[in-house]
């Protein structure tokens, strides 16, 4: 699963990279290499139940993002487009800060302007297939399907709008539509107006669409960054937050993708586990080791809530919150899970 990184030149793309990887990066509109870099989740529950096990070792999920390059002339070029193709999932991020010259940003300009050359760019591939299959009539209800999504992208409709069934869906994934990837918007705002929320013009259009927006300052990201955890503490609540703004990007972009927290807690590790929702016990097990899939017996299963209030596992199963769950039982987030298996 990889998060692509997209917007206009000069967003603040690689800026927004560098603050949530740590990886130091050129930034500048002469910068145009594709970065990729692996971050970490950030999980209270983690903290919470690493504070009950005291254990050696505690791991976050973690997921991948790319800061996709492309569009040197202040527009989004073919490559840009391209490149989008290629991930799971968009971030664009739009630029709200005043930009060397002191122009000040258009977020709503931009995120209308990426909207247009992405349908355009989906339109042009779903033409080009109704037409074949118009002509080879091959495939009768694939070409339903096309020409309802031509119909919809020539009304400017995102894929992501449209009613499908899972059906629908694993017939379209093939063509990787741009309109079809979840999307997340990231407001990045001067330094001085981090505190201040998203303007509500945008907010609206964001709601309209159903798309999540988050707003931070790259700028001001990346030096928090950099900062070790106490500094960092002091200066996010001086700015009037609660944590830093890219943990709430990080999360969201998570759950974006559709992936949910199996959890799984003891002294020698806490650790969470990334698995796409609605995944059934033994699969989730075959995250941890293949082993404990093949000679799954049961998991013994609670919620991660009820682990830190009650404080042992001991206890969980005494007040009966601790239940055991065959192999039919689908995961849900915040479990924690303790395997059982025979090989
Ligand atoms: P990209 O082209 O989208 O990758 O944009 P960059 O990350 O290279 O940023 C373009 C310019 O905007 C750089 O000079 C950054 O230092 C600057 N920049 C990025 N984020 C912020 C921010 O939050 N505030 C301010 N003032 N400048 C920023």
Redesign the pocket.
């Known amino acids: 699963m990889k998060i692509g990184?997209v917007?206009?030149?000069?967003?603040?793309?690689?800026?927004?990279?560098?603050a949530l990887t740590g990886i130091p990066?050129?930034?500048?509109?002469g910068?145009d290499k594709e970065h990729v870099g692996s971050v970490k989740v950030p999980d209270p529950r983690v903290d919470r139940l690493a504070e009950l096990y005291s254990p050696k070792k505690k791991i976050y999920a973690e997921i991948t993002f790319t800061?996709l390059?492309g569009g040197h002339s202040g527009e989004l070029d073919r490559q840009a487009l391209n490149a989008m193709r290629q991930v799971d999932a968009l971030c664009q991020?739009l630029?709200a800060?005043?930009?060397?010259t002191g122009e000040p940003g258009d977020p709503l300009g931009e995120l209308a302007g990426l909207e247009t050359e992405t349908l355009l760019a989906d339109l042009e591939v779903v033409e080009q297939r109704v037409e074949r299959l118009r002509k080879d009539r091959s495939n009768p209800g694939e070409l339903a399907l096309l020409e309802r999504v031509e119909t919809a992208l020539g009304e400017e409709k995102p894929v992501r709008s449209l009613e499908l069934s899972d059906e629908e869906r694993r017939m379209l994934a093939g063509y990787s539509l741009l309109t079809a990837k979840p999307l997340l918007l990231v407001l990045?705002?001067?330094?001085d107006a981090v505190a201040e929320g998203a303007p509500a013009e945008l907010a609206a259009e964001a709601e309209r669409r159903g798309l999540g927006l988050v707003v931070?300052?790259?700028?001001?990201?990346?030096d928090i960054a950099q900062m070790d955890p106490d500094d960092q503490r002091e200066f996010v609540e001086a700015l009037g937050l609660a944590e830093p703004a890219v943990h709430r990007f990080i999360r969201g972009a998570f759950e974006l993708i559709d992936l949910i927290s199996m959890l799984t807690a003891g002294p020698d590790e806490c650790r969470a586990w990334p698995i796409p929702r609605g995944t059934p016990a033994p699969r989730a097990a075959g995250k941890i080791h293949s082993d404990i899939e093949r000679g799954f017996i049961r998991a013994e299963v609670v919620p991660w809530q009820e682990l830190v209030e009650r404080g042992s596992e001991a206890k969980c199963k005494e007040a009966g919150v601790l239940r055991v769950e065959g192999k039919d039982y689908v995961i849900a987030d915040g479990d924690v899970v303790h395997f059982r298996f025979n090989v």
């Not at 917007?7 to 560098?18: A, D, I």
């Not at 990066?25 to 509109?29: K, N, R």
């Open positions: 990184l917007g206009y030149p000069g967003s603040g793309k690689s800026t927004v990279f560098g990066v050129e930034t500048g509109y910068a800061d390059r991020v630029r800060f005043p930009d060397p990045n705002v001067a330094e931070l300052s790259a700028a001001v990201e990346m």
